[in-house]
């Protein structure tokens, strides 16, 4: 009986590091200070998880959306949100969606994604308590092609380490 009693006293120091160590691993959210906000980069396209001819402004309404953070995003589920600008600073909702993402990713990609019309659009990264992991505007000049934002946007993600790694590799061959 002794032995039971001593030895679930000296395993729970053990079980709280477990626990400590699960919940960093898998899903509990990283904070994010108010200095540590991600940024989003629009560009042509990303090659090697790098934007390829970043900008604020583009004359095609099909671009690419590059979401970066300074930490892992730490949960499992984002929201990606898509306003439309108006001139008296209002703001359109026009597409909100939930993604699946691996806890430990810090960079999250969208490519060539068409935009309505010409103007300003507001995108903007969330966890599911609503944090923002990052936002950014981008202004569309002119429009060149006719599609709608897709129903569901197909995206990709990474780590920078990954990343790293990846470019070792092929610097080495």
Excluded at 36 to 41: A, L, M, R, S
Excluded at 50 to 61: C, H, I, K, R
Excluded at 130 to 152: F, H, L, M, N, Q
Aim: with cysteine.
């Amino acid at each position: 009986m002794n032995y039971l009693k001593s030895t679930a006293i000296k395993s729970a120091p053990g079980i709280a590091i477990g626990l400590v160590l699960a919940l960093s691993l898998f899903g509990a959210a990283a904070p994010l200070r108010a200095d540590e906000k991600g940024e989003v980069i629009f560009c042509r396209g990303l090659e090697n998880w790098s934007p390829v001819e970043p900008a604020e402004e583009f004359d095609t309404n099909e671009i690419s959306v590059f979401f970066k953070s300074p930490v892992p995003f730490g949960v499992m589920q984002m929201t990606l949100s898509i306003y439309g600008l108006e001139e008296g600073g209002g703001q359109n909702l026009l597409h909100r969606e939930g993604f699946d993402v691996n806890p430990e990713w810090d960079g999250w990609f969208i490519s060539d994604l068409p935009l309505p019309e010409t103007g300003e659009y507001l995108f903007a990264l969330n966890r599911p308590d609503g944090t923002v992991i990052a936002s950014g505007a981008v202004r569309v000049k002119e429009k060149k092609t006719d599609e709608p934002i897709p129903e569901a946007i197909t995206a990709e993600g990474t780590t920078l380490e990954a990343v790293f790694n990846k470019y070792l590799g092929q610097t080495k061959q």
